[in-house]
């Protein structure tokens, strides 16, 4: 079955050229040229929205917390002409998953969307290796499978990214492991952002799951330093 993206961006020529590359890449494309629009479909649940921030009535800001908080596993690519260094780090808070600085070439979007559509449906592909994956670390519950950490019966709300970081560390658990090696694994290797999304999210790691220490190795990278 088709994956279903919803592209909200308000310059038709770039939305019509946008949604040609993704139908040719063999998905279900919805546009919407505003965001009242695409808030309406809010609870359609599409495996990814694509959205521009700067819309003729509300912002992408609004949408993507619109978005997280009827499903806040919902994956989202933001787009933007504006200071790109806040709208970067403004998108990460509210939960997107990667961000595209305007101008971008189209094969670029859709370099970085079989790259996340791969990884979050390869999470679902062989459910007694998930299921396997489960463990208790740290006083955390942690479920590959269901992509949720739970401190008692308190669930530690994580984006995307923030849970693919986290679960990486886990797995590498008092292994040193370099900036390089997480963009690789956790953004791809055709991630062309900065590298400092990786010291934006763990940040935010560091505050939400603050039970464990993850310890940076200035000059190299980082590890989760964990004694059984």
Do not use: C, H
């Amino acid at each position: 079955m088709s994956k279903k993206i919803y592209l909200v961006e308000d310059e038709i020529s770039l939305n019509m050229l946008l949604e040609k590359y993704l139908q040719r890449e063999g998905y279900e494309v919805t546009t919407f040229s505003d965001g009242n629009s695409a808030l309406a479909k809010i609870k359609d649940l599409p495996d990814l929205w694509i959205l521009d921030i700067m819309l003729p009535d509300i912002d992408g800001y609004q949408i993507i917390s619109a978005i997280k908080a009827n499903n806040k596993n919902t994956p989202v690519i933001f787009m933007s002409a504006r200071n790109e260094e806040l709208d970067r780090v403004v998108g990460l808070e509210l939960g997107s998953d990667d961000y595209l600085s305007k101008p971008f070439l189209p094969r670029e979007l859709i370099i970085r969307t079989n790259k996340l559509l791969a990884r979050i449906s390869g999470v679902d592909k062989d459910d007694a290796l998930q299921a396997s994956a489960d463990l208790n670390l740290g006083g955390y519950s942690i479920s590959k499978k269901q992509r949720t950490i739970f401190l008692g019966k308190d669930e530690v709300i994580l984006t995307n990214k923030e849970f693919e970081l986290i679960y990486y560390f886990i797995e590498n658990r008092n292994n040193l492991v370099s900036r390089e090696q997480i963009l690789d694994t956790v953004w791809g290797d055709d991630y062309f952002g900065s590298d400092r999304v990786v010291d934006d999210t763990l940040r935010r790691i560091r505050k939400k799951v603050d039970k464990f220490t993850i310890e940076t190795v200035y000059g190299y990278g980082y590890k989760l330093v964990y004694k059984s």
